[in-house]
């Protein structure tokens, strides 16, 4: 029974003692230092060797500008036994918080003597400066820690405290010592790196980088230099510099190296960077012995021609498809291939028929669930394109049933969604979208979101829901690459249904369209009632950044970029957007971006 009482009792006192480290935390970060000096207080009287409860109380004196009370606690900790040397760093940083330098160095100097005892204290003597900014105390202590143990190697530690003092070369030649002699990985220290680079080429940090491996390069040759160069030329969007450097690996590193090259082609494409992805995929293509990269290759080239897509461009294409199916037939190591031709025949030919019976043939061969899954995906955008909604649901349902936890089976949902939708089933939609609100997608449960909300707003207001037939209607001859006419028939919208809930709809999907008919004028001109008129509603940070895209990337004007994305920094932190317009934002201003 003492036993039973005795657990009990140890329980509780450590379930108080939980909920006490708790509070005192939570308190501190919301800035009640009057409140957490009170628990802190009493953890360190339960637990005096805790060196973070004795920290934190002594931060909470720090705060409150209780100097005396915070240097009486240091004091009996120094003069104790089994004394941890960052005390002594406390202690004195609380005579430089007080403006007593002679003092504060007196006990900064006594914890660098406490490595001679043990090496080992140099890690924790070196963060701890740091942590203060004290950049060269925390030198002193990794130095001191290694000569006296040539087995600790803090040298990352070092390279990254040159960088904060600004000795930006110095900071650079030691990460890449570091690289060259295996001492760290090229990813881990070009994440270090990367916080100094610009995106600007002229930057003086860049420059010194760049100056920095060309030194490197000429002192010992080796593919490292290339592939940092590399990496340089891409933060600064050069792709074509990047495509010279990777050249070179490519010729040392034979087909190993290929897949940089596909990456960079990629970056270049989404970049819009179309003459230096097309002089990459021709590369590849041209170079490659393994018949899928090189396979990969040409059907990235068709996309690039695809952009701009007149008739006698799709006569091109059809051409290079009818070669590369002469060459690669239908077969199981070629999926993309077919797929890719289906998607043509379809959404550019606007032949859906023969592209129906290319992916059912696929679904005939001996593949795994996932590839199986894959062609049913665009099988059923074909399908949906053809109006043939009920059969383009059914293989939707197959995916999400066989890959429920998968984003393509939850990509599938939102598909069986937008297709009810499109059909006007405007309740099924709905009960599918609320379940994918929760995907672990952001992007599907964003999307979702916003259709999901389209719909409830729209069937409120109107209960014979005409505006919304519109809409969906509308929405579904974009979807079927009828541009033109899904304009007109916003257009219909707005000069037709003036103030109601869909009219904020109507202008940004009619914008979204009018972009990729090239329409820049009117598509600014849409954004801009927008985020006007409807700056309180869900859509005005899409507008906001749509507009901010547009002027950086196609209408050049970054300061009016600057302002929309900046819009969107204040005024929408819970949007979807708002991490990508904070970079994008960073990087007009010329900061440094991670």
Known sequence: MRLLISILIFSCSQLLVSQEDFLAKQYFE????????????????????????????????????QYDKAEEFLLKAVNGQNIYPTMLIELGYNYTLQDQPEKATEYYNAALQKINENPNFGYGLGYRFQKYALLDYAIKAYSMAMELNPKLDYNFQKARIYGEQGNIEQMYESYLKLISEGKASQANVLRNINDFISSEAENPNNIKFKKVLLQNAQRSPDILWNELLSWLFV??????????????????GGETS????????????????????????VYISENSADAVVALDAQLNLIELDLLEADDKVLDKVQKKFDELLGVYGYEMETLQLQIAYAKFLTFNKNNPEPAIGILRQCLELPLNNYSK???????????????????????????????????????????????SFYKGDFDWALTQLKILRGSTSQLIANDAMQLSLLISDNSLEDSTQTALKKYARADFLAYQNKKKDAVELLEDILQNHKGEKIEDEALLKQAQILIEL?????????????????????????????????????????????????????????SYFFPLARRNFRMLRGDSIN
């Open 258 to 281: 290929l897949q940089r090259l596909q990456g960079l082609g990629k970056m270049a494409m989404e970049e819009q960077d179309v003459d230096t992805a097309k002089e990459v995929f």
């Open 235 to 252: 933060q600064q969007k050069q792709f074509k510099s990047a495509f010279n450097q990777e050249k070179a690996i490519y010729k040392r």
């Open 30 to 65: 919301d800035g009640a230092f009057d409140k957490a000096v009170v628990f802190y207080e009493k953890l360190v009287a339960k637990n005096p060797m805790r060196t973070d409860y004795g920290e934190g109380l002594v931060a909470c004196y720090q705060q409150l500008e």
């Open 518 to 574: 090239k329409d820049y004028e009117k598509a600014e001109f849409n954004y801009l009632k927008i985020v006007e008129f409807y700056a309180n509603d869900i859509l005005a940070d899409d507008a906001n950044f749509a507009l901010a895209e547009l002027y950086r990337n196609i209408l050049e004007q970054p300061e009016k970029a600057k302002a929309h994305y900046e819009k969107i920094i204040y005024n929408y932190q819970d």
């Open 373 to 419: 899954s894959y062609i049913k995906s665009t099988l059923g955008d074909i399908l949906v394109y053809d109006r043939q909604f009920n059969q383009a649901l059914i293989y939707f349902s197959q995916i999400q049933k066989d890959l429920k936890n998968d984003v393509l089976g939850q990509d599938a949902r939102f598909k069986v969604a937008q297709t």
